[in-house]
């Protein structure tokens, strides 16, 4: 601490060079804060809820309906605490730009699977009594302006409307909150009842998409899904029941490998942002050099000079790169605003951690190759100017 | 007096910039105008005596670069990073794209269900499925039967052969003509599956990213293999795909209708009479629509996002070069402030050095635009990737760096280096004659 003042005018020594440096450290690291607020995102949510929670869905392909009759059965299997059952209903909300999940599921079993939406007791007897009834998490509803008491029209794709409409219409009866940030994506659902879809429906009746269990358990997870699976084997319909978050995984895999793009991108970012900085502080040693010299005769000693220069690069790589991170956080929410709402992705408190560590290791790296010149310098050869 | 004399330089900065800037965005709207600058400006260069000044001054600025060649690296590299992204993800955008849209074309008409978005969201009976095939428009073929296939889509869960995990895969039940309907399908390897046994053929794209597809194996749906006798080829989406025999699919997945009728018209208008018929068949509603709108439209939205995100990247990654490239600029500045100054005293005008600052950055900015865009070539051209597409299943797709991808590299390339080099080139021109020369 008690050198501060000599690095900070180490870095003011040239102020336009430094902030150029600094601006280009920041943009890096604004990058590097967007696109891995981006991969966390595609890399499911890593929370405690949902950790006993296993989809059961046809071994062929979701797109393949089971039977609502599985249910009784899957109940009835050892280690199996409650099931809820949903479906995709893919209805389109005036245009298909305007893409968001929407999915009929058994109400009172559907809510008590999932105590993270925070819905108002009142709103849950209101969904649990009204048949069109439908429940938005708050980012939907923020999106579309809707209030409780809307009636909202989808446009069907896959089911059409049993009364010859080509839409359904849904009463709002409840506006459901999740208060842990990397939930945020269950925001931005509709759910509305299966009775009221399987009836209005003109096909497919008595068919599900897919099972939500919980098992009393989690530990027992495995064994309660190999025992869901056995079940059904060789049967018809042939089921698939794995953890929550494996069946987020492997729907993410399928648009693709964005972690292996994103890190592509990154290294191409940083490998020039090495350089840069390297370039950056290999010129300000150099033309110090008489100073650092100057030092070592008053007594720095060599070790000293080595973690001074090593210092002044990480306090550069540091202020520049928490000035990115910043930038990606006010970025993000104009980012979610602009694109209303499709790409709405926030930084975990990972991506922070991970962006300092990057930091302080560009800033060692950059910072050594110099550091260690003026640590070996000569005093009499640097004075002379030799 | 004396505080306009200190803003004075600034002013001219902020104006210069101001023209950067419109000329930039001018350039980017209408790429032609390189044309309209570039070739006045080489007439210059070439043949008046301050052009010829400007070209031996940026001579003797490029021949000491190899004593700066790590400074210099930072603008090369720098842009290259730039460029390399933009082009990579703009490749992906258009392979994309080629791939999806090849399928359709204005011969063909799709018919949906009213309503759906994708075939996978559609359904028919089969009685629907008869009297679109029979509808006025359809071409018929020797033996007057309508050239039309009533096509079953299914999804199947087949593990991915790169990381081995499950991914989704399409299997296509298709009619006796599907074949006359997509000519641009042929088999390379083995035969075509037989109706009545459970054969498939698989696209050669489907063959590359799936595991358990190579002929002689049997992919499993139900409890029942299904045994891959022939690969085909098309050259667009529908070799991501698995095709058999759609009565036989249908029935082993008690399925008894279809999710897609695609027919051949007789002229490209005659969908006009198609969608009139089906319109006018109080037993039908039906979305009708030629195969190429429908395969645009669905390529649409993920080209759109790959593009708008490969460019706000590409971007932001822009603006670190400018920054990294002005510092090297501003430094080489200094370094040969000596030099200048002594041609200055020499007689040569402000222009020739301003020139030559702007010429050596440029230089060394379409340098690194073509690193980049050579690195984007090697790397990703024709190599292929799969993504989740419209029915919901994998589309298999090959990067597609074209010469105009790599002309918009490079011309963002020109940009960043003009911002790079503006600054530092009216510095340049700027120092004081007396003082440069008497630095050390």
Redo the contacts between chains.
Sequence with gaps: MRYLPLLVAGLLRRKTRTALTLLSIAAAFALFGMLDAVRVAFTAPESLSGIDRLIVSSRLSLTQTLPQAYLARIASVPGVDQVAHADWFGGIYQDPKNFFPNIAVSPAAYLDLHPEYDLPPEQRQAFLTTRTGAIVGQALADRFGWQVGDRIPLQATLYPNKDGRDYWLFDLVGIYQVTEPQLRGVERQLLFRYDYFDEGRTLGQGTIGWFVVRVRDPDQADQVAQAIDRQFENSTYETTARSERDFQRSFARQIGDIGLIVTAIMAAVFFTLILLTGNTMGQSIRERIPELAVLKTIGFRNRLLLVLVVAESTLLLLIGGLLGLAMARVALPAIRAASSGQLDVVMAPQSWLTGLALMVAIGVIVGLPPALRAMRLRIVDALAGR | MVRSERWAPRLRQVGVLSLGLIAALLWIRYPLLLAVVGVPWLFWLLTTPSGRQTLAITWVGLATIPERL??T??VV??IA?VV??LVAMQAMAAGFQATVTRAGNDHTAIVL?????AE??S?FERSAATLIAQAPGVRRDHRDLPIATADLV????VPRRS?G????LEVRGVGPMAWAVRPQVRLVEGRAFEPGRRELIVGRGALQQFSGLEPGEDLP???QGWRIVGVFESGDTHESEVWGDAETLAAAH?RNGFQSVVVALTEPAAIETLRAALAADPRL?VDVETTRDYYTKQSE?LTAAIRIIGTG?AA??A???V??A???M??AVSQRAREIATLRALGFTATPVVASVLLETMTLALAGGLLGAGVAWTLFHGFT????GAN?S?VVFQFQVTGELIARGLQWALIIGLFGGLLPALRAAALPVTVALRES
């Design positions: 790590g400074a690296s930072v590299v720098g990073g390399g992204v269900r009213a309503g759906a978005n996978l969201s359904a299914l999804v199947a869960t990381t995990t499950d991914a989704n749906m139900l409890n008690r509603r939205r990247v932001i990654m603006l670190g070069a920054f990294g002005l510092n090297t501003y430094t990737v799969s993504t989740l919901f994998q």
